[in-house]
Structure formats: C-alpha cells, structure tokens
C-alpha cells in the first residue's frame, strides 16, 4: 500500500491506529502531551497508508489557506501564459500555490471569479485584466493588473513582482 497515492482521512487513521482522532491529529502536529511512543507509532502507520493532510482543512482551521487565485483574460495568449508562468514561479517560491480562473475578456466573468474565490478556499486574488472592476466587499485582498497591448513581457513581469509583493503584504 505504500506507493499508492492515498486519501486517508484523519478519522481512518484514527480506526487503523486505534486510538481517537484527537490523539491521532496530536501526535502528527508533534503534540507534547502524546507520548513519544505513541507519536512514532501514530506517524508509522501514517507514512505505511501515505496519509497526507488535508490542506483545505487546515487552511479554513488557520484561517490562511497558502492559495492565491489568479484571473487571466485566457491561457493560450502567449502575454498572459508568460504572466501565469512568472506569478507560479512567484508563488511557489514563497509557499504559495496558485488557482487558476478566466475571464473569457468578459468583465462580468471576471466579477464571477472574484466573487467565486470569496469563499475561504484563497488568501487573495491578482487580476489581470484591460479594465478595472469595481472592487467591493471582498474577504481577501485584491490586486489588479492593467494589461495593454504594447505591454511587453519584461514591464508585465515587474507589474506581476510588484502585485504578488504588494498582495503578500496586504495578507498578513
């Protein structure tokens, strides 16, 4: 069962194991009121069911979920793949994955993807977009990128550096 992708839940580790799910989440978060014994024994059958843990569940406990979406006009322009490869490259390298959403070049669509990613599942937004949306109300923070045509990959780099930078701050 090792080398199978698994999606053990918490609870399941908890029946395998035999112990309750409180001393089970304890001993993977290096609790110390579980003693070592039961830790190392908690943490071995874990790694033999290859459980991994639920980041989205973690996320909504801490209330921070490492999750940044991105709203592209559409991936198969080669400006804004060359966006989407530099904000990835962005985001990986400061412990952030990205979500990806497009716009189609509809406003009302962006509107849609904002409103979508309002749900606890991202810590923040980057828009990419030749007009700026009326930003309302929103849970997370927003950064908008005004993209032209005459743009070239270098100015829509450091706008991209700029944006991630400003939005990482805007999140703590």
Do not use: E, Q, Y
């Given at each position: 069962m090792k080398d199978l992708v698994s999606i053990m839940t918490l609870k399941q580790l908890s029946h395998i194991s035999g112990f309750s799910v409180s001393t089970v989440s304890k001993a993977l978060n290096n609790k110390l009121d579980i003693s070592s014994s039961t830790r190392k024994l908690i943490k071995d059958i874990a790694k033999e069911y290859n459980y991994r843990p639920n980041t989205y569940a973690i996320g909504l406990r801490k209330k921070k979920t490492q999750a940044v979406a991105v709203i592209i006009p559409q991936v198969n322009n080669s400006l804004y793949s060359w966006f989407l490869f530099n904000i990835e490259k962005l985001a990986y390298s400061n412990g952030y994955k990205i979500v990806l959403f497009q716009s189609l070049e509809s406003p009302s669509k962006e509107k849609e993807c904002i409103e979508n990613s309002n749900d606890g599942s991202v810590d923040g937004v980057i828009l990419l977009s030749k007009t700026k949306p009326l930003i309302e109300n929103y849970n997370h923070p927003i950064e908008f990128i005004k993209i032209t045509e005459n743009q070239s990959q270098e100015q829509l780099e450091k706008y991209c550096?700029?944006?991630?930078?400003?939005?990482?701050?805007n999140i703590a």
């Open positions: 550096i700029n944006s991630f930078n400003a939005l990482l701050k």
